[in-house]
């Protein structure tokens, strides 16, 4: 059970990484950036257990996908960290 935390703080850990650099990208939209951001306190929550962190996370990111303005390679590193998220359980 041990490595399951530690895979699952290494799983959030990499999300976080990624939210930071849409959050820093200036050419990204800021209403995007903005979401970006409150994905990222979600995830930072320690209030929280892991599995629930990056349901509220991915909550977020999957209202702001479809976004028209979100330029397409920030779209695809949404999708991408949304992928890692939805592997974190509990």
Known sequence: MGVRI????????????MLM?????????????RAATEALNHLRNPKLTPGVRAANAISV?????????????????????????ETVRD
């Not at 650099?21 to 950036?33: F, G, K, L, M, Q």
């Not at 999957?62 to 991408?80: H, L, V, Y």
Request: aromatic fraction near 4%; charged fraction near 20%.
């Open 21 to 33: 650099s849409i959050i820093n990208d200036t050419a990204v939209p800021r209403n995007i950036r």
């Open 61 to 85: 990111l999957d209202s702001i996908s479809q976004d028209p303005n979100m330029p397409i390679n920030t779209r695809t590193k949404i999708w991408q960290i949304i992928a890692i998220l």
């Open 6 to 17: 530690m895979d699952n703080e290494t799983k959030i850990r990499n999300a976080m990484y």
